[in-house]
């Protein structure tokens, strides 16, 4: 951990049980804004799209929408979110829903200015690694889900179906410059996708405290999020309406966000982003899920001393050895009802080096992030041995 350090994270956020209200009276960046949702049609059903564009009338902004997003958000999204923006002469999006409208509606808001392919702009796998020329339109992320953190760091992942490529990318100005978590709009999310949700939040800061670009700021960010995770999950599985915990869950991803706007991912997520490379309809979190045990196994000797830390922090007080935090996350994966959770589910073959091969050609810049370096051989070696 290098005690040096550079901390930047525009984004406001308001926290907290009823905060969707203040969408009312908050500045908002332009006057016409296009809402990025998910094909599910959950936003409509549940009300909260109703709610939100009446909010933002009484803010003197109009809105159109576009409701296309894939749990996987692909770059056919892409294209067409910033075709509508663009059509419909949109000055900012928004992003209501999961990680996965929020991604999209970033990745759009890149597009809607800029010329050119969106995967021109990517590093990683075919991407031509380009710099964006002009400055996005500003984001604002409403997220009714706690997992990904997308809310207060600048990351969007989008699929390239055709190449299984699942690749990450941001930039300064793709920060949202309004965030709003609103712990009561996440009551209705269904338990597995609450502990879905709950451990990709949870591996956002276990990556951010072994990567090896930690600072002393993401550290302090990391190990509340993973407490809170702890503590709070498994109750939020259980019980949906339980606001305390609800509360607490979206604290703990809020604050995975900021560890990765302060740290980084490392090759967990690179590894799990092969995985629904090839099988887009894998929950990214399920993914990660069914790696966890194999990968903090096989990393437990190469940063023991973070790895005691990150056990007492998800709730194993007297943690002494490496392995504990492993113990105290497969505890966790078996109080929220995941821990049955198998590959083979889910289509996925036992090509293992193919895996481990898109791993490193997509997300190779992950790896650098590591305690320790990673072969060819050891990441399939991953796979191998969470395989079920």
Not at 178 to 195: C, F, G, K, N, R
């Amino acid at each position: 951990m290098s005690m040096e350090f550079t901390y930047y994270m525009p984004a406001k956020i308001l926290f907290g049980k009823g905060a969707l209200d203040k969408l009312a009276e908050t500045s908002l960046p332009g006057h016409k804004a296009l809402i990025v949702i998910s094909a599910g049609g959950s936003m409509k059903r549940m009300g909260y799209l109703d709610r939100v564009q009446g909010l933002l009338k009484q803010n003197g902004v109009e809105s159109t929408v576009y409701a296309g997003i894939k749990p996987n958000p692909t770059l056919e999204n892409v294209r067409d979110g910033a075709a509508m923006a663009r059509e419909q002469g949109c000055d900012f999006v928004i992003g209501l829903g999961g990680g996965s409208s929020i991604d999209a509606a970033k990745s759009i808001a890149v597009m809607a200015v800029n010329e050119g392919d969106y995967w021109d702009y990517l590093s990683g796998g075919s991407g031509k690694g380009q710099p964006v020329p002009n400055k996005p339109l500003p984001i604002v992320a409403i997220t009714t889900t706690a997992g990904t953190g997308t809310e207060a760091d600048p990351w969007t992942v989008v699929t390239k179906e055709d190449t299984h490529e699942k690749i990450g990318f941001g930039n300064e100005d793709t920060f949202p410059t309004l965030s709003i978590v609103d712990p009561d709009l996440m009551e209705s999310v269904p338990p597995h996708l609450t502990a879905y949700q709950g451990f990709d939040a949870l591996f956002h800061s276990t990556e951010g405290y072994l990567a090896n670009i930690a600072t002393p700021i993401s550290d302090v960010f990391a190990l509340k999020s993973i407490e809170l995770i702890g503590k709070s999950l498994a109750k939020a599985v259980k019980d949906g309406s339980d606001e305390e915990a609800r509360a607490d869950v979206a604290l703990a991803n809020t604050l995975s966000g900021l560890v990765e706007s302060t740290s980084s991912c490392i090759s967990e997520h690179s590894l799990e982003h092969a995985l629904s490379g090839f099988h887009p309809e894998l929950p990214h979190g399920a993914g990660l899920i069914m790696i966890s045990e194999a990968y903090y196994s096989f990393f437990a000797d190469k940063a023991p001393r973070r790895m005691v830390d990150m056990a007492r922090a998800l709730g194993k007080e007297d943690a002494d050895k490496p392995m504990d935090f492993v113990d105290a996350l497969v505890k966790l994966q078996e109080d929220c009802g995941v821990r049955d959770l198998k590959m083979s589910d889910f289509g996925i073959d036992r090509d293992f080096t193919k895996y481990a091969q898109n791993a490193m050609d997509t997300m190779g810049g992950l790896f650098e992030f590591d305690p320790y370096h990673l072969s060819l051989e050891e990441a399939a070696s991953i796979y191998e041995k969470a395989y079920k």
